[in-house]
């Protein structure tokens, strides 16, 4: 696919994604002063059926090597309480007692960003799969189960306009973040996600067989689609800071077909799992709450220690900040 295979893969046939065991929700998480952005990426992750699956395996912990903090092993410890907890809330202790560990920006008691939290848990837990594993090949380090599950690869094509050389390159991912500025709904920000863009004179591309400067179009596509697609509307406006309250339309189910490198073939449907909603007028303050499907195949409303049950057109009808689809 014009990409390096790896060298070492961690085996593929671990992942399931179906529940292995169906149940009502686990408990709620106790709220100790601006945790909120932590408790709701904590339960999307705990409702990853792929990843709950592999962590209520004891897969990790049982070969794990890692002296001190490990990110897989805090998880696996906190999925397994969550979900067989007979509280109806408990404390996530140890993940607020290494926060330090899970990003170095992180300060407890302090407000924080979920989309942040969310990409330093999932590198956190991605170091902890590479732990002991020596020399490793940029591809096998792409290869854990964190990248089995939530990774993805964007291709990005570049076209020579003068003599229509093409130029690809492809970079790994663990969510896509979206500009929502200009957006009604999901399926109109993807579908300009994928339309070629003229370059501005100002990058310069030289073309490799025509030798010189030259107009050239980029195109942006999805390469190979992750299991578990972690979307985020960009909710705070990058020139003024101010937050972007409005509505934009996500439907439950997500044909990923048309905006691959391959847009043949049979469809590419992603279930909705779970979302994040930012409360607030501001993007520096403000609550964080969770909707999640839980095992049992309902929707939950799940704002710290409260766990509600509600339906999909509540779940629909969100100021969505973060997205949460499993293939």
């Known amino acids: 696919e014009g990409m390096a295979l790896p060298q070492r893969i961690f085996p593929p046939e671990k992942i399931c994604m179906d529940w292995q065991q169906r149940q009502k929700p686990g408990a709620g998480l106790f ?5 909120c952005y932590i408790n709701v990426i904590l339960q999307c992750l ?11 395996s004891y897969e990790h912990s049982q070969s794990c090597q890692q002296q001190g903090f490990c990110m897989m092993c805090t998880m696996e410890a906190h999925v397994r309480k969550v979900l067989c907890s007979s509280a109806s809330a408990i404390l996530p202790g140890p993940v607020l007692r290494d926060l330090k ?11 924080e960003n979920a989309y942040e939290f969310l990409r330093c848990t999932l590198n956190a837990m991605h170091r902890a799969c590479l732990s ?12 854990t189960i964190i990248h089995q599950i939530f990774g993805g ?12 050389a093409v130029d690809d390159s492809y970079k790994a991912f663990l969510d896509v973040s979206l500009d929502i500025r200009a957006a009604s709904s ?19 591309f030289r073309c490799s067989k025509c030798k010189k400067k030259a107009a050239a179009s980029k195109k942006v596509t999805v390469h190979r689609a992750p299991r578990v697609l972690t979307l985020c509307l960009e909710r705070a406006d990058q020139w003024t800071g101010t937050k972007i309250s409005k509505f934009v339309e996500y439907p439950e189910y997500l044909d990923l077909r048309p905006y691959m490198s391959d847009t043949s073939g049979e469809p590419l449907l992603c279930s909705l799992y779970a979302i994040v909603v930012h409360s607030g007028d501001t993007c520096l303050e403000g609550h964080f709450l969770c909707y999640t499907k839980a095992s049992n195949g309902l929707w939950y409303k799940m704002d710290d220690e409260s766990v509600d049950n509600c339906d999909i057109h509540t779940v629909l ?7 949460f689809y499993a293939r």
């Open 31 to 35: 709220n100790l002063g601006n945790t």
């Open 46 to 56: 705990t409702y990853t059926p792929p990843l709950a699956n592999y962590l209520l």
């Open 101 to 111: 560990f899970i990003g170095e920006e992180f300060e407890y008691g302090r407000q």
């Open 132 to 143: 002991g594993c020596r020399d490793l090949d940029v591809s096998s380090q792409e290869a």
């Open 153 to 164: 690869f964007m291709k990005s094509r570049v076209t020579c306009l003068s003599c229509q």
């Open 186 to 204: 999901l399926t109109t920000v993807l579908e300009d996600c994928v339309t070629p863009k003229q370059l501005d004179q100002r990058e310069c």
């Open 317 to 323: 009808g969100q100021q969505a900040y973060l997205l």
